[in-house]
């Protein structure tokens, strides 16, 4: 549906700055909008520390070797 819509700003766009201007206005949030209370500005890193990743491995190490002596 945003195809669509974007297709049809493209083809009514008498310049580049008016197409983009109408597509900022598209994807714009709705008027009145707020992010929940205690959201960050910017969402957390999803990295694993050095720390978090020997971690583990150190498990799945483990676990693998419980799993072997089966």
Known sequence: ?????????DAGAK???ER????AELYAPPK???????????PRSAAMG???A??????MA???ARLMRR
């Open 20 to 23: 983009a201007r109408k597509r």
């Open 50 to 52: 050095r720390n978090e």
């Open 32 to 42: 009145g909008y707020r992010p929940p209370a205690g959201a960050a500005g910017r």
């Open 62 to 64: 483990s676990e693998d």
């Open 15 to 17: 310049d580049d700055s």
């Open 1 to 9: 549906m945003l195809n669509a819509a974007e297709a049809q700003l």
């Open 54 to 59: 020997q971690a583990l491995m150190a498990a």
